[in-house]
């Protein structure tokens, strides 16, 4: 279907950071497949461990016990403030999860008209019904109402209007750390730590969606650990599986208490081949020294964007973000910075807010950010 304004080339393989077409081009990939590609094209490490498994065992379902999801399960609640994990096969369905355990949680309970969950505007959690409904962006919407009712909007950053939207049917509160789609937007420590505090006050579920700034992305392994606090239920996708589709829907104990046998499932979600990828993507991600370096790098294109901003004020106005989840405003249209620094061999990600998302894998070293920063300068100039 003809859903996708694709640009018109066609990539015939990827080595590290760069993408190769099939017209000869070279591309520096700082879109990384929308956050997706943490350690870059065909990674030694990854292409191993996926042949290996590959030549094991593909599939099985989950009327069986899974080894690899086991494994990966462990280390991921070990790493982080979750007891128990669901896999899926996309952010999307993580996000469903999770969006599930906060109504169930509460029925259990014996709370059944808690149900309602409080969303953000400009938010992006994946493209199902139910997802569309929490964002509730007209160009996600339109055409596919009636919208699922259950999720009260209110603006990014605001804990009054949060306050202000809590009633006693109010389940859960659901926020990304840093909004990627809606440009870049990074919730302060300040609001975080709010959120959390309101959920503690009124007996609510914090849920954070973490799909794209999670796995490493801004320095931390989570984003949320920069405000120092623990969700209750977290989704996960993107870089957890290094360009393997792969979801997860991490949550503690308690919130998950309600999500017993029989009240969710999936067919291919945490698969054999998925979970021996996921591991292996953990494997790196948790290496002594790797978030140190995503700091280290991310600070280094920061201060260079930063530069960029300086000297060429009338392209780029802002930089936004953290580690290596970046965004550039935009003064001339966002769709045409992205095409002419394609043009020019680096790939970006368009974005809400008129941002070009700059989201390069994480092992890229000192010399990709130059030369990335050189394609932006020259492409700035261009069009001034």
Not at 120 to 130: D, N, P, S
Request: negative net charge.
């Amino acid at each position: 279907m003809p859903t996708y304004a694709r640009a018109d080339i066609v990539f015939e393989r990827g080595e590290g950071p760069y993408l190769y077409a099939t017209d000869g081009r070279r591309f520096l990939d700082f879109a990384a497949g929308v956050a997706v590609n943490v350690l870059g094209h065909a990674n030694p490490y990854l292409v191993e461990a996926l042949t290996v498994q590959a030549n094991k065992l593909w599939h099985t379902s989950n009327l069986f016990r899974v080894a690899g999801q086991e494994s990966l399960a462990t280390r991921l609640t070990a790493a982080t403030f979750a007891d128990t994990v669901f896999f899926t096969n996309s952010g999307a369905e993580a996000w469903e999860c999770g969006a599930k355990l906060v109504r169930k949680y509460h029925y259990e309970k014996g709370d059944k008209g808690r149900h309602r969950i409080i969303t953000f505007e400009q938010a992006f959690h994946g493209r199902t019904l139910a997802a569309v409904s929490a964002a509730q962006q007209e160009k996600l919407i339109k055409g596919f109402g009636p919208l699922l009712d259950g999720f009260d909007l209110v603006p990014f950053g605001d804990l009054e209007a949060v306050r202000a939207a809590i009633t006693d049917q109010t389940a859960g509160i659901c926020v990304e750390p840093i909004q990627g789609e809606g440009g870049i937007r990074a919730g302060s420590v300040e609001f975080l730590r709010g959120l959390r505090e309101i959920c503690d006050q009124h007996g609510l579920l914090l849920f954070l969606d973490e799909i794209q700034c999670g796995m490493g992305r801004t320095g931390k392994l989570f984003a949320h650990e920069w405000a120092g606090i623990t969700p209750d239920v977290m989704a996960v996708a993107k870089g957890i599986g290094g360009g393997f589709p792969l979801g997860a829907c991490l949550a503690t104990e308690k919130a998950a208490s309600g999500m017993t046998a029989g009240t969710h499932g999936s067919t291919y979600g945490g698969n054999p081949l998925a979970t021996a990828v996921g591991n292996a993507v953990l494997d790196k991600v948790l290496e002594p020294g790797f978030l140190d370096h995503v700091l280290r790098v991310g600070g280094l294109l920061q201060d260079r964007l930063a530069g960029l901003v300086a000297e060429n004020p009338s392209v780029f106005t802002a930089v936004r973000g953290q580690g290596l989840m970046l965004g550039l405003v935009c003064g001339p249209a966002v769709g045409d910075v992205v095409a002419k620094l394609r043009a020019n061999g680096l790939l970006s990600v368009p974005a809400g807010d008129n941002v070009v998302r700059l989201l390069p894998p994480l092992n890229i070293g000192d010399a990709e950010v130059e030369e990335a920063v050189a394609i932006l300068s020259k492409t700035a100039k261009e069009l001034v």
